[in-house]
């Protein structure tokens, strides 16, 4: 089999090319146009004008957040009875399933002789986990969820990335922050 091979010339720099400044200067240009426009929209936004026109295409987050889609995989949850005790059933379907292996529940008995356990302790460890979603998908009672639209989990200690079942029951977006305080 012969293998048919189609040169293609470099096209021959000009001495606008070689000089190399026209295009240093264009794109410093562009640079800089930008860098002054958003400049001055930025000090307009903060005296209160001009609020409807963007002063960059960048969102300034923290203060500012952008819609999450509705599917997007955020921290997680446990859902509740409408007793508010949680729904789980200590099955460890999640705990086995977790590739992380992040997810620690001891179970205990329950009072109601129609459910047979409940989770005396249930924790995740933010630290590890790779928001994969299996866990969600392994629960058969629908009971772990990841949609509290949560998104900040940094912490400055590996002890505040462990969310507990309380903090799973109560989602509290500054929950990390409350305990690196603490520390
Ligand atoms: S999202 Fe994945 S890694 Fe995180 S706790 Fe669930 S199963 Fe484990
Ligand atoms: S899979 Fe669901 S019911 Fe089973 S232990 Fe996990 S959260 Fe609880």
Redesign the pocket.
């Given at each position: 089999m012969t293998i048919k091979t189609k040169l293609i010339k470099r096209p021959a720099m000009t001495f606008w090319d070689q000089l190399y400044f026209p295009s240093v200067f264009r794109g410093v240009m562009i640079t800089g146009g930008h860098f002054w426009r958003n400049l001055f929209f930025h000090i307009m936004h903060q005296l209160g004008l001009f609020k409807a026109i963007r002063a960059a295409v960048t969102i300034m987050y923290p203060e500012e957040k952008r819609d999450l889609a509705s599917r997007l995989?955020t921290r997680?949850r446990l859902t509740k009875r409408a007793d508010g005790s949680p729904r789980c059933v200590a099955c460890m379907m999640?705990e086995t399933?977790?590739?992380?292996?992040?997810?620690y529940i001891i179970a205990e008995e329950h009072p109601d002789p129609n459910i047979e356990k409940r989770p005396a302790k249930f924790d995740?460890?933010?630290g590890?986990?790779?928001?994969?979603?299996?866990?969600?998908e392994?629960c058969p009672e629908d009971a772990?969820r990841?949609d509290t639209k949560i998104l900040d989990i940094a912490a400055l200690s590996r002890e505040a990335m462990k969310l507990d079942m309380e903090e799973l029951l109560n989602p509290n977006p500054d929950y990390a922050r409350i305990l690196d305080k603490k520390r």
């Open positions: 995989r997680h999640c399933v977790c590739p992380a292996k992040c997810i995740i460890d933010l590890k986990c790779v928001y994969c979603g299996f866990c969600v392994a772990i990841m």
